[in-house]
Every structure is written in C-alpha cells, then in structure tokens.
C-alpha cells in the first residue's frame, strides 16, 4: 500500500490585482492556515518521505510552512508542471516515483487536485485552501497509479474545522 497527502495550497493574496498569478503570495489567513496543517501531520504520525509541489510563489510559502510546524526533514521537489495543472500532469509525476517512497505529499491547485482526489476515491470532495486529504493506495509500486486505481479517502482536514 502507498499513502498519497495531498494539499492544497493555503489562502492566496489578491490584494494586489497586477501581481501574475504564479507570483501571488499568501493572505494573513495563509500564514495562520498553513502551520496549523503541519501541526496535524505530526498529531497525526503523517510523515511524507518526499513532497512533490508546483513552483508558484503560494504553494512555496505553504510548503514552508507546513514542513516547519511539522518538523519534515525530507526532499521536496518543485515541479514547474504542477502550475495550475490537470490531473493527468498529478498523476504522471505521482508514477514516476521510485517505490522506495512509501507516503508521498502532493501540494498544488484546484481543479486538478480536487479532480485527482475524486478519481482516486470515487469521492467528489472539496479541497478548500490550505485541505488536506489522505488516500490510501492498494498499490505496491507508484508506477502501477493509473485512472483505474480506487484508493480509500481516509481522512480531510480543513483548516476550519481544526
């Protein structure tokens, strides 16, 4: 079995309007959402081995922060092809892992990420900023991840219901 987290960035700024999408930084609701998240991975014994995450500015600070409060000393890897991307885009950086990553965290946007956690669980769900889903993996090499998999959501967290 493989475990896949997969989060979505935490609150996004909008105050300045001319700001390119890719650069917009965290709100102040950002900042505080994001911590509380790395602080329920390590509540709940949830140990990524590896983070794979877009490169824009929001998914960055949120990375920062969650593996801050939650005390992650792995690798994270920033995939420019997470930017704003379809599940296909997920799905293939997902099956290029080596088996040796038994708990992989994804951090990126909607609609991919909610489309993604849907056709992995049969689940429509809703991935507000800063959620984190949990979906165990009836797989024994990430290469074998494809549109037919049925994982079992396991759990989402939301910031406002921490």
Known sequence: MKILLLLRHAKSSWKDESTPDHER????RGFRDAPRIGQLLREENLHPDLILSST?????QTVELVT??????????WLEELYAAPLEEYLEAVRALPDTYGCVMVVGHNPGLEELLDLLTGEAESLTTAALAQVNLPIHSWSDLSMETQGKLVNIWRPKEL
Do not use: N, Q
């Open 56 to 60: 824009s500015r929001r998914t960055r």
């Open 25 to 28: 930084p965290l709100a102040k």
């Open 68 to 77: 801050d409060a939650s005390g992650f000393g792995g690798d994270v890897r």
